[in-house]
């Protein structure tokens, strides 16, 4: 157990609906990442969070927002959601900014959109 | 930004021999270079990581070695058994002044026949 938690860990949805997938990182950690991984994918990098502000963007959609709140859990919030965004959507959580390199994993939501 | 390649997409041993794989990477800013394995299912976890400023690092059976003039690293695993059977993922990281941004390789998939 990394001590990163996700939930729900199942989510099965229709197309052009949003939902929201939930992180909280491990105690003490600021910093939270998120990561799509698409069927036999490798890990695509989203966006990452420090202390509440957003520091780094990758592979973003429009459709797709995140934030973290004061109490450092986050939140990615998929819209008119489409078939191909059927993925594993993973929350990882570091200590600092940059300076401390290990990210811890969650266990993951499984998006599935009919 | 940042390309990550990794080689080969598939690999498989005999228990008992050693196993290989190579990611190289574009950006000469990377200065963190982690190894995740990921079982099904499951969440990526680190296995070990090394930094730019180190050419070799070792944890027990597995290896991993850095050239960063070749802009290349390598994870060895020696003496595989079954259990090592996963998918691998390296990432390299660069850290700017918002914050560090990883980027992972597609994946090795390793199958241990015993």
């Known amino acids: 157990d990394s001590g990163v938690t996700q939930t729900p860990k199942h989510l099965i949805t229709a197309t052009g609906q949003r939902v929201t997938l939930r992180c909280s990182p491990r105690?003490?950690?600021?910093?939270v990442y998120w990561y799509q991984q698409s069927l036999d994918q490798g890990l695509q990098f989203l966006i990452q969070?420090?202390?509440?502000?957003?520091?780094a963007k990758g592979n973003i959609l429009e459709r797709f927002s995140a934030q973290q709140f004061p109490d450092l859990h986050s939140e990615l919030n998929l819209s008119s959601l489409e078939l191909g965004d059927s993925a594993l959507y993973f929350c990882?959580?570091?200590?600092?900014?940059?300076?401390?390199?290990?990210?811890?994993f969650g266990p993951g939501t499984r998006l599935t959109v009919l | 930004g940042e390309n990550v390649e990794q080689h080969p997409s598939t690999l498989s041993v005999q228990e008992g021999d050693s196993a290989v794989i190579k990611c190289t990477y574009s950006?000469?800013?990377?200065?963190?270079f982690p190894w995740y394995k990921q079982e099904l299912g499951k969440r990526p976890q680190l296995i070990i990581d090394?930094?730019?400023?180190?050419g070799e690092k070792k944890d027990q059976r597995i290896a991993v070695t850095l050239n960063k003039t070749a802009k290349h690293f390598s994870l060895h695993i020696t003496e595989t058994q079954p259990e090592d059977s996963a998918v691998y993922f390296c990432?390299?990281?660069?850290?700017?002044?918002?914050?560090?941004?990883?980027?992972f390789g597609p994946g090795t998939r390793l199958s241990v026949l015993p």
């Open positions: 990882a959580s570091s200590v600092g900014l940059a300076g401390e390199g290990e990210q811890f």
């Open positions: 105690s003490g950690d600021l910093s």
């Open positions: 969070y420090y202390n509440g502000e957003e520091r």
């Open positions: 950006d000469s800013a990377s200065n963190y």
């Open positions: 090394i930094r730019s400023n180190v």
């Open positions: 990432a390299a990281r660069r850290i700017d002044n918002y914050g560090q941004n990883f980027v």
